[in-house]
């Protein structure tokens, strides 16, 4: 199981496409978090329809934010059991000059399983970072 973090971005959609082409066949969750001002629902199924185009066995969950949106997703990872977090690099707040959106950076420090993180930038649109041991079987 993975959960792919979505928030709509295209950085998020482009973590949709690689989890598809390099976890095939692993179930997902694509999750929103319940925000201000978002429509969660909308935005998770939407990341799930995404999903399918894609060929993911993925459904979409939302979940009320909990301290931070990173804290919310690593919640979400460890509950479920995930093997796996998919996370797009910037999010739709983050200022283009930086490296790593807050988020991306909060989740890489405190998830509970390994993160892939995927970019739009660069010649293949892919960074990709592990955060423990545990990997995707």
């Known amino acids: 199981m993975i959960v792919i973090a979505y928030d709509g971005s295209t950085d998020a959609q482009a973590a949709v ?19 201000r001002s978002v429509d969660a629902e909308s935005r998770a199924r939407e990341g799930a329809e995404l999903g399918h185009e894609f060929g993911i066995d993925c459904r979409a ?5 909990r301290g931070t949106v990173a804290a919310t997703i690593a919640a ?27 988020v991306c950076e909060t989740v890489l420090a405190e ?6 993180v995927v970019s739009t930038e660069g010649s293949r649109g892919l960074a990709m970072a592990a955060t423990n041991s545990r990997a995707v079987a």
């Open 17 to 35: 496409r690689q989890a598809a082409a390099l976890m095939p066949g692993h179930a997902a969750i694509v999750l929103a978090v319940e925000e």
């Open 111 to 116: 998830a509970p399983v390994a993160v892939l």
């Open 76 to 102: 979400e990872a460890r509950d479920a059991g995930a093997d796996a977090i998919v996370i797009g690099r910037r999010g739709r707040r983050s200022a283009p000059p930086r490296r790593l959106g807050s």
């Open 61 to 65: 969950r939302t979940r009320p934010r």
